[in-house]
C-alpha cells in the first residue's frame, strides 16, 4: 500500500508540475546556444517541481494519512470512549476557533497521534488505540488539544511551504553545481553530459541533507507553540503529565510512516548531530518550557 502511495503521489506530482510549465511556457534549462544555463527558466522549473511536490502532498494528506495508518474515522461513535473523544475534540475546536476536524483512531499500541489536513477548516486528528487505552482522560484531552494546536496554528500548510521553497532551491542550486562541473572540470561544451548528471544528483543528496535541518528546525519550533496551545486548551499539568507518559515509552521505536513523523505527538529519540534533523525537540526540554512558560 506504501508503495502504491508513494507511486501515485509522484505521478500527481508530474502531472501537475508538466501542465504547470506547459502552461508558463517554460523549455529547457540552456539557453538557445546549448552552452550556458538559462537560469530563469531554471529557477521556475525547480520552483514549479518543488512547490508542486509539498503541495500536492499536502492536499492529499488526510487521504494518504488514512491509508498509511489505517486510521478508522469514527462517524458514530460506538463505545463511551469514543463519545467522549468526539465530544472532546468538538470542544477543544470550538476553543480553538476552528471546525470540527475528523477524529479517528489508528491500530497501534505505540502511544501517538497526528493531525494532517490542507487547511484549518478541512482537517484530521487521530489517536492511537494504545494511548487511548493507557492515558488518562486529562492526558487524552491534552494530546488532542495539542493536535488541535497544530491545526489551529496552520503548522501543516506552513511547513508544507518551507518544504517545497527548500526542495526548490536545493534543486535550482544542484544543477548549477553540476553544470559547473560538467564545463568547467569536464569541458563538455555541448548539452549535457553524464558528468552533469551524476553531479547533479549527489549535490541534491548533500544540499537536501543540509536543507532538511531547516525544515526540522521548524518543526521543533511549532512543537513548543502546539504544547503551549495544548496547555491552554486543556491544563498546563494535563499537558505536563501527557509528556512524562510519552517520556517513559520513547525508547520504543516509531511506528508512524515517515511522511506523518513531523505530526505525530512524539517524535523518535535522537543524540548528537542527529538532533539537527529531529522534528521534535527532546521532551524534558518541552516539559521544561511548559513548566517556565
Known amino acids: 500500500m506504501r508503495i502504491l502511495l508513494f507511486l501515485a503521489t509522484n505521478l500527481a506530482i508530474i502531472l501537475v508540475a508538466s501542465v504547470t510549465l506547459s502552461l508558463l511556457g517554460v523549455g529547457s534549462t540552456l539557453q538557445a546556444n546549448g552552452i550556458d544555463l538559462d537560469l530563469g527558466n531554471l529557477l521556475i522549473i525547480c520552483a514549479v517541481f518543488g512547490m508542486a511536490g509539498s503541495l500536492v502532498s499536502l492536499f492529499i494528506s488526510k487521504w494518504m494519512a488514512k491509508r498509511a495508518t489505517g486510521t478508522q474515522i469514527i462517524e458514530q461513535a460506538r463505545t463511551a470512549d469514543e463519545q467522549w473523544l468526539l465530544d472532546t475534540v468538538a470542544e477543544l475546536s470550538q476553543q480553538a476557533g476552528i471546525k470540527m476536524p475528523e477524529v479517528g483512531i489508528f491500530p497501534s499500541q505505540q502511544s501517538n497521534a497526528f493531525a494532517t489536513g490542507w487547511n484549518k477548516n478541512d482537517a484530521l486528528v487521530a489517536v492511537s488505540l494504545g494511548l487511548l487505552q493507557r492515558f488518562s482522560r486529562d492526558e487524552v484531552k491534552a494530546v488532542m488539544a495539542h493536535e488541535i494546536g497544530h491545526v489551529a496554528n496552520g503548522d501543516m500548510v506552513t511547513l508544507a511551504l518551507i518544504q517545497g521553497v527548500v526542495n526548490a532551491f536545493v534543486m535550482f542550486f544542484a544543477r548549477i553545481i553540476g553544470h559547473t562541473v560538467d564545463r568547467v572540470i569536464l569541458k563538455n561544451e555541448e548539452g549535457h553530459g553524464l558528468g552533469y548528471f551524476i553531479t547533479t544528483i549527489f549535490a541534491e543528496v548533500v544540499l537536501g541533507i543540509l536543507a532538511s535541518t531547516i525544515v526540522a528546525w521548524f518543526s521543533r519550533r511549532r512543537e513548543y507553540r502546539a504544547d503551549a496551545m495544548g496547555a491552554k ?61
Open 233 to 293: 486548551l486543556a491544563s498546563s499539568g494535563a499537558m505536563i503529565s501527557a509528556l512524562q507518559r510519552l517520556k517513559a515509552e520513547q525508547e520504543q521505536p516509531s511506528q508512524m510512516p515517515d511522511q506523518l513523523v513531523a505530526f505525530g505527538i512524539a517524535g523518535g529519540l535522537k543524540q548528537g548531530l542527529a538532533q539537527l534533523f529531529a522534528s521534535h525537540p527532546p521532551l524534558d526540554d518541552r516539559i521544561d518550557a511548559l513548566r517556565h512558560g
